[in-house]
């Protein structure tokens, strides 16, 4: 009944820049808490980046100071400026959302993930 969609992956040079998109659709009251993964292969997923409904932000000091997290709440959208990319950072990408349906019940709800390759 929710879908989070992703876009804006790609590949790009080390010193690059991308920006990555997560839009939530469906049937449901609110999204909540929306964060960013990234996953490796042969590696556990990590968290990257992680923004309340208010605004409050959590990042891994791994991409402190160069991604900043946002959302649009009128557009139930999230986004993930990444900016001075370099080869550590290449990993698929998951959007992850709380997202309270009608009921308010909650659930946790996955993007189907987007690859990000830096590399010259």
């Known amino acids: 009944q929710v879908q989070l969609v992703e876009s804006g992956g790609g590949l790009v040079q080390p010193g690059g820049s991308l920006r990555l998109s997560c839009a939530a659709s469906?049937?449901?009251?609110?999204?909540?808490?929306m964060g960013w993964y990234r996953q490796v292969p042969g590696k556990q997923r990590e968290l990257v980046a992680r923004?309340?409904?208010?605004?409050?932000?959590n990042y891994a000091d791994s991409v402190k100071g160069r991604f900043t997290i946002s959302r649009d709440n009128a557009k139930n959208t999230g986004y993930l400026q990444m900016n001075n990319l370099a080869p550590e950072d290449t990993a698929v990408y998951y959007c992850?959302?709380?997202?309270?349906?009608?009921?308010?019940?909650?659930?946790?709800?996955w993007g189907q993930g987007t690859q990000v390759t830096v590399s010259s």
């Open positions: 992850n959302a709380e997202v309270a349906s009608m009921e308010f019940r909650r659930y946790y709800y």
């Open positions: 469906g049937r449901f009251s609110s999204v909540n808490v």
């Open positions: 923004i309340t409904t208010d605004g409050s932000t």
